[in-house]
T-cell receptor, first 116, second 113 residues
Framework: DAMVIQNPRYQVTQFGKPVTLSCSQT?????MYWYQQKSSQAPKLLFH???????NEADTPDNFQSRRPNTSFCFLDIRSPGLGDAAMYLC???????????????FGPGTRLTVL | LAKTTQPISMDSYEGQEVNITCSHN???????ITWYQQFPSQGPRFIIQ???TKVTNEVASLFIPADRKSSTLSLPRVSLSDTAVYYC??????????????FGSGTRLQVQP
């Protein structure tokens, strides 16, 4: 089945130690998104790629970076995780949002990050 | 940004119809309205999307009045498995200025037997 896969599902890191979360998709979608979701809060968009075009949200901290080496993969790098970065990180994809469907997003299961 | 407001929680019983309203007073011309369902420890799942009037699919209906300042997700005959958080999402990344997508705060629906 076509899907959005996130690895690992659970990640533990130490304060200040860089960590990378990965996302892959078999949907061949042009757009990939990274969201941060803290406990009992709504998902918050960090950035997205439209093909290789990177789009950062204005309030996304510089501590968060992303790479998309090809259509299928996208990575979230947290350069120096703080305690406040502990959250669920969700990857999502969509077709070209200019298509009639206007960008229904398909979400992965998420990676829960713990910062010690 | 199109700020959205939803009730924090709702309770219902199996077999009832549930209507969840989302307010989005400053919705922009190009913005679409999308609803997602999220179970604990899972990613959100698309339910329905619309621009104006009424949209219906196999799981829900979406009612959008002419002024588009609110929308109502209608779930017919809910079951226990509909217990989840429901998010209203308003926005369109692809108009001028690349407006952000904004999730509402979410409505926690609890369905009782």
């Amino acid at each position: 089945d076509a899907m959005v896969i996130q690895n690992p599902r659970y990640q533990v890191t130490q304060f200040g130690k860089p960590v990378t979360l990965s996302c892959s998709q078999t949907l061949n979608h042009n757009v990939m998104y990274w969201y941060q979701q803290k406990s009992s809060q709504a998902p918050k968009l960090l950035f997205h790629y439209y093909d290789k075009d990177f789009n950062n949200e204005a309030d996304t901290p510089d501590n968060f970076q992303s790479r998309r080496p090809n259509t299928s993969f996208c990575f979230l790098d947290i350069r120096s995780p703080g305690l406040g970065d502990a959250a669920m990180y969700l990857c999502a994809t969509s077709r070209d949002p200019r298509a009639p469907a206007r960008g229904e997003q398909f979400f992965g299961p998420g990676t829960r990050l713990t910062v010690l | 940004l199109a700020k959205t407001t939803q009730p924090i929680s709702m309770d219902s019983y199996e077999g009832q119809e549930v209507n969840i309203t989302c307010s989005h007073n400053n919705i922009a011309t190009n913005d679409y309205i999308t609803w997602y369902q999220q179970f604990p420890s899972q990613g959100p799942r698309f339910i329905i999307q619309g621009y104006k009037t009424k949209v219906t699919n196999e799981v829900a209906s979406l009612f959008i009045p002419a002024d588009r300042k609110s929308s109502t997700l209608s779930l017919p005959r809910v079951s226990l498995s509909d217990t989840a958080v429901y998010y209203c999402l308003v926005g369109d990344l692809w108009n001028t200025g690349r407006r952000a997508l904004t999730f509402g705060s979410g409505t926690r629906l609890q369905v009782q037997p």
